[in-house]
């Protein structure tokens, strides 16, 4: 499906030349597993989409929860990022509608698995997402793009794709495990696929604030990434973990709980920090209701 034939309206936008326009392609990445990757490309997307941002959620882990997680099965898409990425059909064919105005998804099933052994002898190899992408940053305004909890070709894609990249923290004994790893895997795609890459910053996710283990990983993290943390901090919460088994992101599930209310603070501090150049504000509905609920 052709995402222009049923967004909101495009706001009569030209493709500009030059990947600054359109679209900001932010990567969300920890080869960790389970540290919220994917409820945080979730409920980002919608939250950014629900305050009238057109965003595209792209689902690059064959465990596919991105896709679920908006409600959308992959086994039932005409076409899924293995599609894209091994047979190179064109994205917008691959696009799916969700129950979210202005929210698009390109699914994932299990067939992506054999994407990164089938892409191995493939040209430019790591570029396949970037130029895929390349035709359908004019359509949106943000692109989020959720990896496997792994550095294999699929997030190494993932981060030549990308303008920035968003890393999950997860409150835990082990939380810094990793990230040097992850930081000089950003730093090689900077310096050989994607100089513009930026890190856009460190989200802390499953935060209790009533645990000395949750203070002490804030202060550790604050302490080594300074003003790239996010000042949102995602609680740990049973909603959040529920909202998936619905197919619906949690701003949709249950909009009033602090899960929700953690993510459209995340899309505001998002908007401010990482903000496409050529977003129009007037589109873009007040985000003042989120207010008042504490994380
Ligand atoms: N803030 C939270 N509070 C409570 N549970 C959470 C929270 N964030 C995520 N979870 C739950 O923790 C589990 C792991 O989260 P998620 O799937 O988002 O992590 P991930 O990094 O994408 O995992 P993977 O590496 O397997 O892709 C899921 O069951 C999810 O519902
Ligand atoms: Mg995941």
Redesign the pocket.
Known sequence: MKPSQDRATSGGRSSPPGREAGARVVT?A?????????????SLSAALAQVGCRVLLVDL?P?G??TSGVGVRGENAAATVYDVLVDDIPVDDAIEPTAIRNLFVVPATIDLAGAEIELVSAFSREGKLRRALDTAREDFDYILI????SLGLLTVNALTAADGVLV?I?CEYYALEGLGTLRRNTDLIQANLNPALEVVGFVL???DGRTRLSQQVVENVQKHFGDRVFSTR???????????SYGQPITVFDPGSR?AV?YHRLADELLLRFRPPDLDQGRLASVAGHEGAGT
Do not use: F, W, Y
Request: charged residues 20%.
């Open positions: 969300i920890n080869q960790k597993g389970g540290v919220g990757k994917t409820t945080t490309a979730v882990d465990q929860n991105a959720d990896c496997p909890p999950p997860q996710t499953m935060h995602i609680p740990r919460s049973v909603r959040l973990a529920e909202a998936p899960g953690a």
